[in-house]
T-cell receptor
Framework: GQNIDQPTEMTATEGAIVQINCTYQ??????LFWYQQHAGEAPTFLSY????GLEEKGRFSSFLSRSKGYSYLLLKELQMKDSASYLC????????????FGTGTRLTVIP | GAGVSQSPSNKVTEKGKDVELRCDPI?????LYWYRQSLGQGLEFLIY????????KSGLPSDRFSAERTGGSVSTLTIQRTQQEDSAVYLC?????????????????FGPGTRLTVT
């Protein structure tokens, strides 16, 4: 079976840096995605890693280690609007674009 | 339209009744996906349409669930004889997947979802 683990909840302070970890054990791997989902809204795409290393996009960065089955999402200069759930998802094989999602990490940013 | 739209936004139905959920993907997107999100659970893949290929139905939880995509655009997810465990938010997503570039992200754009409550 497929398994993706993320912390259920995290709290961080406005202006700080937070790292959300994701570990996966899946039957295949063709890319890892991070999505942001505000309460009651649709998930929105944040980042994609298919090769090892760090991908930086503004305040958000995502890291992947395929050998360790590990990724993290790094959020810098936290803002109150970053309070949301962050979903880690794996694409299992090329040409099969359905994603296997973790349960998500609910991040609360406090003043 | 500018994004993926779904209707209805909320649906309350009695156990045993059939329901139809509709998804209008982004114009020009070749792929369409249905997921469901139960309380406290991750998004669960249900079914995937890509162009004119046969759909990937591997995520459908039972034969009470079916989906169609007419004319390569609008899709309808049908749940027959609904059960209380079917209560969830049903999310549709679409993406543009040109052939031959399997390592690209093919970002999925999600609709706002339909919240289904079976009483």
């Amino acid at each position: 079976g497929q398994n993706i683990d993320q912390p259920t909840e995290m709290t961080a302070t406005e202006g700080a840096i937070v790292q959300i970890n994701c570990t996966y054990q899946t039957s295949g791997f063709n890319g890892l995605f991070w999505y942001q989902q505000h309460a009651g809204e649709a998930p929105t795409f944040l980042s994609y890693n298919v090769l090892d290393g760090l991908e930086e996009k503004g305040r958000f960065s995502s890291f992947l280690s395929r050998s360790k089955g590990y990724s993290y999402l790094l959020l810098k200069e936290l803002q109150m609007k970053d309070s949301a759930s962050y979903l880690c998802a794996v694409r299992l094989r090329p040409g099969a674009n359905n994603l296997f999602f973790g349960t998500g990490t609910r991040l609360t940013v406090i003043p | 339209g500018a994004g993926v739209s779904q209707s209805p936004s909320n649906k309350v139905t009695e156990k045993g009744k059939d329901v139809e959920l509709r998804c209008d993907p982004i114009s020009g997107h070749t792929a369409l996906y249905w997921y469901r999100q139960s309380l406290g659970q991750g998004l669960e893949f249900l079914i995937y349409f890509q162009g004119n290929s046969a759909p990937d139905k591997s995520g459908l939880p039972s034969d009470r669930f079916s989906a169609e995509r007419t004319g390569g655009s609008v899709s309808t997810l049908t749940i027959q004889r609904t059960q209380q465990e079917d209560s969830a938010v049903y999310l549709c997503a679409s993406s543009f997947n040109p052939p031959g570039l399997a390592v690209m992200p093919y970002e999925q754009y999600f609709g706002p979802g339909t919240r289904l409550t079976v009483t």
